[in-house]
T-cell receptor, first 114, second 114 residues
């Protein structure tokens, strides 16, 4: 989800459940997408990326799904743990990835209840 | 391998002053990007440097400037500070070429303008 102003959308899940964080991106020409995790007091940390020629990519406990038809990206976290609590950002770029300027979504706060 | 290092971690300035922030990229990385993060606007791209040249620039006023040295270290400068410049300034580095799009972020410099 995307946020407005100071209020980030919050997803609250029980430890052990699966989490799904959604992102609507803006540019139909974007061809590279990244999910970042940001914990309090730290910079964004790379989680997983996907190129526009793919629909799905899996990592360790994480899966990213890309739907170019509706310009939608999602991050699935399996067996969510307390350490997964953070703000998650999707980012896109439309320069074939050769430039440094990612366009970030406003973020979703994931809260994991023990 | 050491990560992206930013100094100082915190900074307090008053309106009208100028400030210089420093960033040391991951060893071997030649591209350095700067982002501004605020609760209201989220993460916004400032500029990117590659081999001492500004390669891309975001939509910020000319008061925001940067440079990169031959060892890839980078500095950004903000002149005539305004209250709205209060933000977390993040530096990110990456390798080179389109196969290395992953940006690795530092922990940022928290700037407060009073």
């Amino acid at each position: 989800g995307e946020s407005v102003g100071l209020h980030l959308p919050t997803l609250s899940v029980q430890e052990g459940d699966n989490s799904i964080i959604n992102c609507a991106y803006s540019n139909s020409a974007s061809d590279y997408f990244i999910w970042y995790k940001q914990e309090s007091g730290k910079g964004p940390q790379f989680i997983i990326d996907i190129r526009s020629n793919m629909d799905k990519r899996q990592g360790q406990r994480v899966t990213v799904l890309l739907n170019k038809t509706v310009k939608h990206l999602s991050l699935q976290i399996a067996a969510t743990q307390p350490g997964d609590s953070a703000v998650y950002f999707c980012a896109e770029t439309d320069y074939g990835g050769s430039q440094g300027n990612l366009i970030f979504g406003k973020g979703t706060k994931l809260s994991v209840k023990p | 391998k050491a990560g992206v290092t930013q100094t100082p971690r915190y900074l307090i300035k008053t309106r009208g002053q100028q400030v210089t922030l420093s960033c040391s990229p991951i060893s071997g990385h030649r591209s350095v990007s700067w982002y501004q993060q605020t609760p209201g606007q989220g993460l916004q791209f400032l500029f990117e440097y590659f081999s001492e040249t500004q390669r891309n620039k975001g939509n910020f006023p000319g008061r925001f400037s940067g440079r990169q040295f031959s060892n890839s270290r980078s500095e950004m400068n903000v002149s005539t500070l305004e209250l709205g410049d209060s933000a977390l300034y993040l530096c990110a580095s990456r390798g080179q070429g389109s196969t290395n799009e992953k940006l690795f972020f530092g922990s940022g410099t928290q700037l407060s303008v009073l």
